[in-house]
């Protein structure tokens, strides 16, 4: 069964910084890795991923050149650095995965709030 355990949302001030962490458990082969984000009253939408074989990634245009997805060495935790926060990315943040073979079938964390302060 995998496991998808966000955490570093908070409280921030227009400008600043945050960093989202997802640590991800059982064993699956990873096909990608992904943060989404719903604002209240929108659509869950896609910001980055990072597509683990070759570690290709891909950022949303509002977010493009302020957020930056990365994992670690283990390949078990992937990373969204956010800078240059604006109170328009305030939303929940979804970590995401899924395997090889089963690549549009997504598994899910539980979300953690980001909001940004004007």
């Known amino acids: 069964q995998v496991q998808l355990v966000e955490s570093g949302g908070g409280l921030v001030q227009e400008g600043g910084s945050l960093r989202l962490s997802c640590a991800a458990s059982g064993h699956f082969s990873t096909y990608m890795m992904a943060w989404f984000r719903q604002a209240p009253g929108k659509e869950r939408e896609l910001v980055a991923l990072?597509?683990?074989?070759?570690?290709?990634?891909q950022y949303s245009e509002s977010v493009k050149g302020r957020f930056r997805i990365s994992r670690d060495r283990s390949m078990t935790n992937v990373y969204l650095q956010m800078d240059s926060l604006k109170p328009e990315d305030t939303a929940v943040y979804y970590c995401?995965?899924?395997?090889?073979?089963?690549?549009?079938?997504?598994?899910w964390g539980q979300g953690t709030q980001v909001t940004v302060s004007s």
């Open positions: 990072m597509r683990w074989s070759g570690g290709s990634t």
């Open positions: 995401a995965a899924s395997r090889v073979g089963h690549e549009n079938n997504y598994f």
